[in-house]
């Protein structure tokens, strides 16, 4: 039919010209990367440290995230109680709220009392690494839950209730049903929130600040270069994180699949 034709090239039409406008972002930055003059070289110690750092506080950061996102996820699926709406509204904060918003509030809390104590004992979080950590980690949580619910809202609860009428625990049910079967839900959630980590800066740049060589992630040494008027060292850096994000998101889909 007419109409359903229509109706098809209406989604191509509109499927195309995103999928266009994001090749032709990729094809000018690959252009002005040949073309426009190198203010400085390009340092590879700096690179290599924006990409280390990046990769090991993302890894940190989204570790600690779905290993709290599981049993709080979990919990808000499986366990009906007063207040959940409201719990759960504000655990979507983060998905939601200006990461410098955000990062903010972590560095006042930093200046209070109890927030002193527990930077000390942390061995010290404004303007260090351990700040990158934990900004990336307050962004991506909320991010992280949402997926792990969804992983679990994947599994059949009567295979759960099979296996409490069989003898198993709560735990052991949490343990032996629902995470085997979330297992690729979980590991999606994993890699999602790893790649929102690693392209983490408003709340990391608020917290941490933009030391070279120091604090500087990936997204950081981005701005610095763009502060510095050295758009091939930003072009770079960009390209390096497109790498990274559509190899997580590779992997996310095989997972998926």
Request: glycine share 8%.
């Amino acid at each position: 039919m007419l109409s359903n034709r229509l109706f098809r090239a209406g989604l191509q039409l509109a499927t195309g010209l995103l999928a266009g406008l994001l090749l032709l972002f990729l094809a000018a930055m690959a252009r002005e990367f040949i073309s426009s003059p190198s203010l400085r070289p390009l340092d590879p110690k700096e690179i290599a440290f924006a990409v280390r750092l990046s990769l090991l506080t993302a890894t940190c950061a989204a570790t600690l995230a779905i290993l709290l996102a599981i049993p709080i996820a979990y919990y808000l699926t499986r366990f009906n109680h007063r207040g959940r709406h409201l719990i759960d509204t504000l655990l979507d904060l983060p998905l939601v709220l200006s990461p410098i918003a955000l990062g903010a509030m972590i560095l006042i809390f930093f200046h209070t009392g109890l927030g002193q104590l527990v930077a000390a004992g942390l061995g010290g979080v404004v303007f260090n690494v351990r700040g990158i950590v934990i900004a990336q980690f307050f962004v991506i949580i909320g991010l992280g839950i949402r997926q792990v619910k969804l992983a679990f809202e994947g599994v059949d609860p009567e295979l759960e209730n099979i296996a409490r009428t069989l003898g198993c625990s709560q735990f052991q049910t949490f343990r032996r049903v629902a995470l085997p079967l979330a297992r690729r839900g979980l590991w999606s959630a994993l890699l999602l929130v790893w790649a929102r980590a690693i392209g983490e800066f408003g709340a990391t740049l608020t917290l941490a600040g933009a030391t070279p060589m120091k604090t500087e992630t990936i997204p950081t040494a981005i701005y610095l270069s763009f502060a510095t008027a050295d758009l091939r060292g930003a072009i770079a850096l960009i390209f390096i994180l497109l790498l990274l994000s559509l190899s997580v998101l590779y992997a996310t889909r095989k997972l998926n699949r």
